[in-house]
């Protein structure tokens, strides 16, 4: 049987009905497990419900969840991750919050720029970006872990 590219997979959809979405949580997200979890939950359906970031940036989602959430109760978000220093976050509207949506782009970008500062690994916030070399403060640079889901796994 053929799926429509617009239906989500039944192995994903599923997950939800047969996981506790607590058990996706980091293991080192210790005063954020709250708001990480209220970050789950506000998955879209389809999509895998992980955070894809490192604990320096567990505060800086955790106080865009509260921004976005306080300016609209509804958003879904559809992904959360790190590329190329940076964060990602990618959201979905219903139709009848589409007034709000120019406000939400302001501090998701406001964020974008912020993480560009802020040492995903250890938190540290910085005048310069942070880049490929690494952070000063913690000494451990993008390339050197690799990322699965929601585990940081150092390179030997």
Known sequence: MKRSLQQ???KIKD???TT???SFIPDDAD???ESLLDILER???GYWPTIEV???WYQLISELN?????QCQNYKIRSLKSSSHQLQFHINLNPSDENKLQGLIKEIMYAIARSQHICEMCGVNSSEKISEEGCKSCGQ???QVKKRRNKNVSED
């Open 141 to 143: 640079s993008g390339t």
């Open 43 to 45: 998955m879209d359906t």
């Open 20 to 22: 506790e979405l607590s």
């Open 8 to 10: 989500p997979s039944r």
């Open 54 to 56: 490192k604990r320096g």
């Open 15 to 17: 997950v939800r009905h």
């Open 31 to 33: 005063e954020y497990r």
């Open 66 to 70: 509260e921004k976005l959430s306080n």
